[in-house]
Nanobody, 124 residues
């Protein structure tokens, strides 16, 4: 069973930056997409960003031009660089892999593996 382990969350002031990382425990797939979702208290888990096996990227409108997703396939690792953080970015951030679909989706149902989540808190 593939496990995803996130790191890099924490407490930061508004306007600050954080970099999240997520590594897979093993590499058993020839191609896969990587992504990040987040869930704030009392809200549904929502799409943040994703990068396809070929390098195509997609971002939620709320994080465009502030967040950057990247991947190191050799290390089975995906990163999320978060700049200009706002209090509304406060949430638990989850990394996820999709090994089943040619094109990644923007809903949780299309992703196959999930990390345990890492808390990001942005103070005002």
């Amino acid at each position: 069973q593939v496990q995803l382990v996130e790191s890099g969350g924490g407490l930061v002031e508004a306007g600050g930056s954080l970099r999240l990382s997520c590594a897979a425990s093993e590499r058993t797939f020839s191609s896969y997409h990587m992504g990040w979702f987040r869930q704030a208290p009392g809200k549904e888990r929502e799409f943040v960003a994703a990068i396809s096996w070929s390098g195509s990227r997609n971002y939620a409108n709320s994080v465009k031009r502030r967040f950057t997703i990247s991947r190191d396939s050799a290390k089975n690792t995906v990163y999320l660089q978060m700049n200009s953080l706002k209090p509304e970015d406060t949430a638990v951030y989850y990394c996820t892999f999709d090994v089943s679909h040619p094109i990644f989706g923007l809903t949780t149902t299309t992703w196959d593996y999930w990390g345990q989540g890492t808390q990001v808190t942005v103070s005002s």
